[in-house]
């Protein structure tokens, strides 16, 4: 098979979709690899890096989409690369459809088949490829919410851990699945007071057992949520519905309740976000104000530390992208459910029950898509 990676061209996007040592494993497996010119740069690796593992280095992202069987990318296609996807094309990406109309119709009306990142699954019921970049979203969280909180950038002024004889801040966490996890742990190591909001009375037994009583859990019920975010310095919103439109868990009316300059990182803004007040930033221009309140909403988090993330993104791709690689798309979702799962779009249709849902558009079953 021909597989092509594409420079990823969304603002301030630094990740890669493959890796050298990804193109290795494809090209000792006889197919071929195309990689745009420049395309991991962003995140440390050279042309150079490429040819020596086997690559051949495409001067366009024109000439790659035209000669590539598969394209395997980082973030879902832009309006310009989506104008390149062909019929019976593979796209290998995330794609979050869900919050994005725009991106889903041109999909449906390029004929490629689109196979989902953040909804392939595992035997643990969990989101292998989605896990990665949750993990690093989640301690980024903290990180770029202690940035927000300092005077210059129109927080309260507050040192995350505190000094002897200071509070240190409060921390507020909304869902406690891989992102709410990683986001307290590194509050905890910055040394925050850390409350994590969660609905599942397992998942809170679990999160007691990891942190031993450091972070208080306290059930996720919109009352308990309303009391806890007024006393918070950073809130940061840690929730997800696999492939749907993120829920809608604090109004514009409950933030007034916070205190002023208090900050919100909604690490769920690549699915719409999980407050009412969220809308998408970039790395460059991140931040913004509303009733006082701080806002972080930059939609391709993990891309700030785009050499962590784009390996370990590649340590869990490259065995979906060999199966469909030496299998064709076909047999490789037949021969595994899970990598099914991740089948969003094929041929002009939607095979994604949560992106009908969020869109209203007709869907069609995975199983039935592998046949036509």
Request: hydrophobic fraction near 40%; proline fraction near 5%; charged fraction near 20%.
């Amino acid at each position: 098979m021909i597989i092509g990676c594409p420079k990823e061209v969304k603002a301030q996007e630094f990740r890669v979709g493959l890796t050298p040592n990804a193109v290795k494993e494809l090209v000792l497996q006889d197919h071929t690899v195309f990689i745009e010119k420049n395309a991991g740069i962003g995140s440390g690796f050279t042309d150079k890096n490429y040819k020596d593992a086997g690559a051949k280095i495409i001067s366009s992202a024109e000439e790659l989409f035209h000669g590539s069987e598969m394209i395997v990318k980082v973030k879902e296609p832009q309006e310009a690369e989506r104008k390149l996807l062909k019929k019976d094309q593979v796209l290998f990406t995330y794609l979050h459809l869900a919050p994005d109309p725009n991106q889903t119709h041109d999909l449906l009306a390029s004929g490629c088949t689109a196979i989902a990142y953040e909804t392939v699954t595992d035997q643990y019921g969990g989101l292998p490829l989605l896990a990665p970049m949750s993990e690093v979203a989640g301690r980024l969280a903290p990180q770029v919410g202690a940035w927000t909180l300092q005077k210059a950038n129109g927080g309260r002024g507050i040192l995350i851990g505190g000094v002897p004889g200071v509070e240190p801040a409060n921390v507020i966490i909304i869902g406690g699945g891989v992102v709410g996890a990683n986001a307290a742990k590194v509050s905890l190591g910055m040394g925050a007071n850390v409350t994590i909001l969660e609905r599942s009375v397992n998942k809170m037994r679990e999160l007691e057992n990891i942190f031993q009583g450091r972070v208080k859990t306290i059930y996720s019920s919109t009352g308990n949520t309303e009391n806890l975010i007024k006393d918070a310095d950073l809130l940061i919103g840690a929730v997800l519905v696999p492939g749907a439109t993120a829920p809608k868990l604090v109004s514009r009316a409950q933030l007034s309740s916070m205190r002023d300059g208090a900050a919100i990182v909604d690490v769920a803004i690549d699915q719409g976000g999980c407050f009412e007040t969220s809308k998408a930033t970039t790395h460059e221009d991140p931040i913004y104000n509303v009733d006082g309140i701080m806002h972080y909403c930059v939609a391709n988090m993990p891309g700030a530390v785009s050499r962590t993330s784009t390996i370990a993104l590649g340590n869990t791709t490259i065995p979906f992208v060999l199966a469909l690689a030496n299998q064709g798309w076909r047999n490789a979702c037949k021969n595994d459910h899970h990598l099914l799962n991740g089948l969003n779009i094929h041929n002009g249709l939607l095979t994604y029950k949560a992106v009908g849902e969020a869109l209203d558009i007709p869907v069609i079953s995975p199983l039935d898509a592998i046949s036509s």
